[in-house]
């Protein structure tokens, strides 16, 4: 059932040329108003559909509240609200005025969030009765938000309801004129490595990303995108596609229900999807089991944590003819960086892959830089050639090109940390390990701070992993250091299949000699950092990160083996 527009008067969309990126929404209702813009669940097994028309007045109706409400060009807004036509129709609406959308992972845990919040200091707070309540009971933290918005009703003073508020609205408002150097938005990390940091994007970063995303994969207007990572889907205005939101829990995407997803993919023809490699371990054996395929889809992206080569293999013999799996490389700081295919990483790649190569995520995209120099952990204030180190041996991945924002929002001494001047430009500091191979293509290895210190030398976790992970009883694994730096020992957490955790010391041990054996078998002299584990022990569940629910959280692991030392 179609949502019925707002009763609001709007004014035809701006012809004004300007690099507000949320000009995008008038100009794609102008050109194909009637086309879906939006399918979300309506309850369990219906779906409501908004078109481009309806969309683009609900997004000015709202932008026009939000100006009567007082908020203006450059104030920071956060945003909790739910993925939908809502959260797309609220974001384009600061966007066109000019206000600064803050996005927040609400997985992060309340204390993060708030702290985060305090840090930033919004103007403005827009969410759900619950992100209402949450911010009253953290006033004190918070006494910059002086304008709050709720999506409902909520039994608390001084807050308008979105409805209240486009009922108000004199007009729709028009997309301001601003220059690519303004900024958009503020993107929080994951908090993966640390503390979350807010990464300030400008008008221009986003249309750098959105001109990259549609040339590396070739994404032309009328296709349909299940939306399993929500941020990825406000640029499929920018591209004229349709968005399908999956009934999936952002925070959460391990926990997704697998046949929902292969639901939607199925009733509205999805042919491309971006989301958590957590999602799509779901979906493949549940595919496998059900002898499920989807024929409409033609492009699945897998990223937010090293993907194996196994998985892309299960999900090309999912796709339609001709279709492929590509996992693109990048951060919150700068995305993308670099992308592979599927169809490339079988064969050759996948065999290095298993062999302790690292996870090889391709070339460089068009007009992007990529340089490596030597691991270490102090400031670099400016470039210089000879900070490169050669092809073949190891690195961190610095990166350079219109997708690389240039700052942490009032986080000045983490900025220093992470960006290299360079004649104007910037470099970023990814804080990722990797080496370019005799093709020219990126391969990763671990992140900086994952480094383990031995006796023998400096050891990264991923190509080690990529072996023991081969094991038919490993789940997933991960190498952390235990002891002092510089002499740490390498230790192997495993999280065994469903089923299959040994329960006595015998069984125990039977597994690490089974480990012992795939080491032998697979791992190649020479790969860059590989090493053995030292000791191996087995957990129920790993820890990961709350947005992708894939990235291992080595720190929080390394401290519960020190523990247990």
Wanted: net charge positive; hydrophobic share 40%; glycine share 10%.
């Amino acid at each position: 059932m179609k949502a019925i527009a707002q009763p609001v008067a709007v004014r035809p969309p701006t012809s004004a040329v300007t690099a507000n990126i949320g000009a995008h929404l008038p100009r794609a209702a102008a050109r194909s108003p009637e086309r879906i813009a939006v399918v979300e669940p309506s309850g369990r097994r219906s779906w409501r559909e908004t078109s481009y028309r309806e969309l683009e007045e609900r997004a000015g109706a709202i932008a026009g509240g939000l100006c009567e409400a007082g908020l203006v060009r450059g104030d920071r807004v956060a945003v909790f609200v739910r993925p939908g036509r809502d959260l797309i129709a609220i974001t384009f609406a600061l966007l066109r005025i000019g206000a600064l959308p803050v996005l927040l992972d609400p997985g992060m845990g309340r204390e993060a969030l708030v702290a985060s919040l305090a840090k930033i200091a919004p103007r403005g707070f827009i969410g759900v009765p619950l992100a209402q309540l949450v911010r009253r009971w953290h006033a004190a933290r918070l006494p910059s938000i002086e304008i709050s918005i709720s999506t409902r009703a909520v039994p608390l003073p001084g807050i308008v309801t979105m409805a209240e508020l486009v009922r108000r609205a004199g007009r729709a408002a028009d997309p301001v004129e601003l220059s690519s150097d303004d900024e958009a938005a503020i993107l929080f990390t994951s908090g993966s490595t640390g503390p979350p940091k807010g990464v300030v994007y400008t008008h221009g970063h986003f249309q750098a990303q959105i001109d990259l995303v549609k040339s590396l994969y070739d994404i032309a207007p009328g296709e349909v995108d299940l939306a399993c990572f929500p941020l990825f889907a406000l640029f499929d205005v920018a591209l004229g596609t349709t968005t399908v939101i999956p009934l999936l829990d952002p925070s959460h995407p391990a926990r997704c229900d697998p046949s929902a997803i292969a639901r939607a993919i199925e009733s509205h023809g999805a042919t491309y999807s971006f989301g958590s490699p957590a999602i799509w371990k779901r979906v493949a054996p549940w595919c496998r089991e059900h002898g499920a395929r989807f024929d409409s889809l033609k492009r699945v992206l897998i990223a937010g944590a090293p993907v194996a080569p196994k998985l892309i293999e299960e999900m090309r013999g999912l796709l339609a003819a001709g279709g492929d799996v590509h996992t693109p490389y990048g951060a919150t700081e700068c995305l993308p960086v670099s992308s592979i295919s599927g169809h490339e990483i079988e064969g050759d790649v996948r065999a290095r892959s298993e062999s302790g190569a690292g996870n090889c995520v391709g070339r460089p995209a068009p007009g992007i830089d990529v340089a490596l120099i030597p691991i270490g952990d102090a400031p670099i204030a400016s470039w210089t050639p000879e900070l490169s180190v050669p092809r073949g041996e190891l690195g961190e991945i610095c990166v350079k090109g219109p997708v690389v924002t240039r700052e942490y929002a009032r986080e000045s001494a983490l900025t220093l940390a992470a960006k290299i001047s360079d004649h104007g430009e910037l470099w970023h500091r990814m804080g990722d390990v990797g080496y370019f191979d005799d093709e020219g293509r990126l391969w990763f290895c671990g992140r900086k701070a994952h480094r383990l210190e031995t006796e023998v030398g400096v050891v990264l976790p991923v190509p080690t992993e990529n072996v023991y992970n081969l094991h038919p009883r490993v789940a997933r694994s991960a190498l952390v250091g235990r002891g002092a730096r510089g002499r740490e020992r390498t230790v192997l957490v495993v999280e065994p299949r469903s089923g299959t955790m040994p329960r006595t010391r015998a069984a125990a041990a039977r597994f690490r000699e089974e480990l012992d054996t795939v080491w032998r078998a697979r791992s190649k002299a020479g790969a860059p950092r590989l090493a053995p584990a030292s000791e191996v022990r087995f957990r129920r569940a790993l820890p990961v990160d709350v947005r992708h629910n894939a990235k291992i959280e080595r720190g929080a692991l390394k401290r519960w083996v020190e523990e247990r030392a």
